[in-house]
């Protein structure tokens, strides 16, 4: 008999938006990984079925127990039919996924996946997978392509299969046990409640600028409001995606300053994108926004599959008379900070917030949400691959930026989704240049005065 488990607090974050959004399709990950290779589709398929094996998180099931979400294994899982779709040019393509994409996984009656091979106009070969967002993250679905990919070639190669991924159900096992803890879940509390209170209640300086805050103050009659309803409302959930690239060039630069500074990526672009909302409303100090990060610490959640996904509710507070070095150094502290409290449930924290300043579930004050993906592009050898991301339809936040490095380019793309009723396309293009711009500057002068950075955004 399989052995129900309770939702980790990565899952219950992700839960959360069944619960508090019309359209549920956003709680699942649409994504495709293509090679510039003449794959064998038989032999895919044989790979396929194996990594459901070696890989417990999409054996993942999911029922309704008096109400409360269970999770359970299945002990096997098999595909006897992949569909293969060959596509005659790229809009045929991008029509066929993106139309899959927002149509809803319907993760409590069985269904945790769609997999499709498909061959792209362009000769390329590859795997879409759109899988529920509890049964895996961002990071999760990095681990299952590069692992079926390596099963492949091991097979292709008649080579040693490659070495076996880690348990996710002993992962969820164990943090289940930590979500326990009285002691740990204490220590979370007292830090998010100091957290909070520094510098009163938070501001919400949207990539958008003031304009909905000050039409929410002058119809509240409260010009001292500081979060909206309008940016979160569920009706304006519509979402469109937008994608930029940052070239070569610069992301070598951006690359190279993370590894000699010992920072990472996500810390800078997130400086950058903070700088801008802050330049656009009122050159506030204080921003606020989300990151969604991976909870893989270590190389055993590094080869483990399955949702680690963590909101991390980042407060910057930092001064214009600061130079761009010390407000890194301030960014790092702050995430630093919050990494030591990862295992501390998102919507404890988000549940502290809103208690403390009186805000409704319909009020935010995260201006973005941020994640980077570390897509390791050096380690699959002669196999060139490209990796996307698509269009959800829907989205709670204003903003998700997605940012990762591109194996094509050689430089690095940022993907981002935005509620179409809130943000235009105009104010994300203004925030991507202004951002990189922000990024390179402080490169170039670590030096530079914040003052500076607010008075160069166009």
Known sequence: MSQFYDLIP???NIYMLVKFSFHKEIVQIPASFSVEKDIDFDLLK???NIELQRNDSLRLRFKKID??????FLDEVHMDNVPVKKFTSD???????S??????VRFLKGEIFRIVFFEAANGHRGIYLNCSHLAIDAMGMLVFFMDL????KALLH???MPAPLYSYEAYIQKELEKSKDPKRLAKGQAFYQEYFAKGGEPFYAGVHGPALLEKERKKEKNPRLHVTKAAYAPYNDKAEVLEYGINPEDSKKILEYCLANSTAPETLFTFAMRTYCSAINYRAEDVFFNLMCSKRVNYKDMRTGGCMAQTLQVRTIIPETATFKEGMAEMFRVRTQLYRHLSFPFIFARGMLMKMYNHSTTQGVASFMFSWLPIPIDRLG??????????????FNPLYAICYPDPITQGIKMHYMYRSKVVTPVQVKKLHDNMVKIVLSGIENPDIPIAKLLDGVK
Request: proline share 2%; aromatic share 20%; glycine share 8%.
């Open 10 to 12: 990565s899952q219950t």
């Open 46 to 48: 044989k790979a396929l």
């Open 67 to 72: 109400g409360e979400i269970k999770q359970y």
């Open 91 to 97: 809009e045929e393509q991008e029509a066929y996924f």
């Open 99 to 104: 139309k899959d994409a927002v149509t809803p």
């Open 149 to 152: 990919l390596g099963v492949y």
């Open 158 to 160: 008649g080579e040693e």
């Open 382 to 395: 002669d196999f060139k691959f490209e990796f996307k991301t698509y269009n959800l339809g829907r989205y």
